[in-house]
């Protein structure tokens, strides 16, 4: 199996190859072209991405897109790095989770070891790839094996964690379980508080867009909500990116005809509670934003009580897995029964540089120090 890294200059090369590999991986959302098309067509006006395809006789078996960045880190470092699957530290950042390379299931190891191999001897000029927030079990399952494989010269660190919580559903249904019965006494209690707290303003209901119209009117009532909260906290919030939202707004358009998008608003009587945005993938539910009404009903935690009725929800639709994907929040603790880890991996050439940055990190330099050193090998 061979690999290789080429610039994408027509966006219906990389499509044919991602519609020919696709179907014959397991993969998450942020890995499939509903998500990496919108995001390569953006990408291409103001980046030069390259594709990374491993094939057999012409089949693909693995593939990725590239992203170069340049900057100055630590105040010190010129660092030129890779970023796969998304733009690094920029307005084209959407926060992809789950990432990683798409690996024809059962070629997993083949295709990896040749794609690592191609970014070695490629033609773009790097000092570390950076593949952010892949999930720890794929690592666990050999698809990516931390320094076993990775080509002589390279060094694997992990540099940042993050939790992601979900609530597995298909797990209930074995166990012939309610999703009720599955939460401790004590938070069956207080859920059931907050429902009350809720229903004395009108009965509980959750709406579920089924156009594209309904669905954008969710998606601009959650982005007040959301904005609201954040910027009162001082923070910009997600729609504070224009980028992000348009993004998001073709995602709805394309995907709530072909049930790859669910918009959810929970309401008390007439008052709104809750708004859930969540791409959807065989069965799986991948909450990528919400937005919540703390005015209202003040006593009341709306975060807790629209995800309760949510998850509710969505087990009664039959699907498999409510994901409230990275971050630990209360109630992202309470009320999920299961957690993965997304890692933030750096595959590191061995260079002069990044050796005196790792010194930096660890304590064992001051900045002044590393600073002189620094200058002085150049």
């Known amino acids: 199996m061979k690999a290789e890294l080429i610039k994408v200059t027509d966006i219906e090369a990389a499509r044919e190859a991602w519609y ?14 509903t998500w ?13 991405p390259w594709m990374l395809i491993a094939s057999d006789n012409g089949v693909p078996h693995g593939l990725a897109i590239a992203v ?17 699957n998304e733009a690094g530290p920029d307005r084209l950042d959407f926060c992809t989770e789950y990432n990683g390379f798409l690996l024809r299931t059962g070629r997993e190891q083949e295709a990896r070891s040749a794609m690592l191999s191609a970014l070695v001897d490629s033609p773009a000029e790097w000092d570390e790839v950076h593949v952010r927030r892949i999930s720890e079990s794929l ?9 076993n494989g990775v080509p002589t010269g390279l060094s694997v ?3 940042n964690a993050l939790v992601s919580r979900y609530v597995d559903l298909s797990r209930l249904r074995a166990n012939q379980q309610t999703y009720p019965d599955s939460l401790s006494a004590s938070r069956r209690k207080k859920i059931r508080r907050e429902l009350r707290i809720a229903e004395k303003a009108g009965p509980l209901q959750i709406e579920a867009a089924t156009t594209v119209e309904s669905a954008l009117k969710i998606f601009e009532e959650l982005k007040t909500y959301h904005q609201l909260r954040w910027e009162r906290s001082g923070e910009p919030g997600s729609f504070a990116n224009p ?11 394309q995907q709530i005809p072909q049930n790859g998008a669910q918009l959810l608003k929970v309401i008390a009587g007439e008052i709104p509670i809750g708004f859930i945005y969540s791409l959807v993938k065989a069965g799986h539910i991948y909450v ?42 209360f109630y992202k603790q309470t009320l999920s029964n299961a957690s993965d880890r997304l890692l933030y991996l750096t595959i590191q050439r061995p260079r002069l540089k990044l050796t005196l940055e790792n010194m930096l990190r660890t304590g064992a330099y001051s900045t002044k120090r590393l600073k002189r050193l620094w200058h002085l090998g150049n």
Request: hydrophobic letters at 40%; glycine letters at 6%; a negative charge.
């Open 68 to 84: 170069e960045r340049h900057w100055i880190r630590n105040h010190v470092f010129p660092v030129k790095a890779l970023f796969i």
């Open 139 to 147: 690592i666990k399952e050999g698809q990516l094996e931390l320094n």
């Open 288 to 329: 990528i934003q919400t937005g919540f009404n703390y005015e209202s009903i003040p006593e009341l935690r709306p975060g807790e009580t629209t995800h309760y009725m949510a998850i509710q929800w969505n087990y009664e639709q039959g699907f498999n897995r409510y994901d409230f994907l990275a971050g630990d929040s």
């Open 243 to 253: 980028e992000w939202e348009a993004f998001h707004r073709d995602l709805i358009a």
């Open 157 to 159: 660190r992990t540099t």
């Open 36 to 48: 990496m098309g919108p995001w390569l067509e953006r990408a291409l006006k103001i980046l030069s």
């Open 20 to 33: 020919r590999l696709e179907p014959h991986c397991e993969c998450s959302v942020f890995q499939t072209w």
